[in-house]
């Protein structure tokens, strides 16, 4: 939701040197290990190794690295929101992610600079919306799920929030002014 991300443009260029050029094929080889590295049960040595046997990638690591990474628009009402959010609160991240592009985003989106800090799910070994990736986060973040405003694109994940008594928002980046109205419905002032 702050970035959006299209997993094609990274299929396409790994298409180059695999031995398959059917996205659908290589994506079918590749998410078993990228979910277990985005779920924490392997690092990123063991995945890039993974990767590159599922695919029979002929490229490098490196190679492999970048047509993992850039694969992300920026958001922009959601960097300018988050701008004026974070003048008047903490912000925290909760992410499904993995190494690879935290290390990316971090390194080429100024706006991750707002937050205080972040759970990402390689690094608690569980991803939303998994009940478990919240309460540890809510334990190494000390928030109080009544009083925090959640926001995720994928309805499963809201449901797991509102479960567990977290003020929530179904975002849709086609419907910005929706949030908008909700945060300020919640009583969240810019």
Do not use: W
Request: hydrophobic residues 45%.
């Amino acid at each position: 939701m702050i970035l959006r991300f299209d997993f094609t443009i990274a299929l396409r260029k790994l298409a180059t040197q695999a031995d398959s050029s059917d996205p659908t094929e290589l994506l079918a080889r590749l998410e078993p290990v990228k979910f277990m590295l985005e779920d924490g049960q392997i690092d990123r040595a063991s995945f890039l190794r993974a990767a590159i046997d599922v695919l029979r990638y002929r490229g490098t690591e490196a190679e492999l690295v970048a047509a993992l990474e850039d694969i992300f628009t920026e958001n922009t009402p959601m960097s300018a929101l988050i701008a004026q959010l974070h003048e008047h609160y903490p912000l925290y991240l909760l992410s499904n992610t993995n190494d690879i592009h935290v290390d990316f985003f971090l390194r080429r989106y100024p706006v991750f600079q707002h937050f205080s800090g972040g759970v990402y799910s390689h690094k608690a070994r569980a991803s939303k919306p998994n009940a478990a990736i919240y309460e540890i986060a809510c334990r190494q973040l000390g928030l109080e799920p009544s009083s925090t405003f959640f926001i995720d694109d994928l309805l499963p994940n809201i449901e797991t929030a509102q479960r567990l008594g977290f003020q929530t928002h179904h975002y849709h980046h086609e419907r910005h002014g929706e949030l908008l109205a909700a945060l300020e419905a919640a009583g969240v002032g810019l």
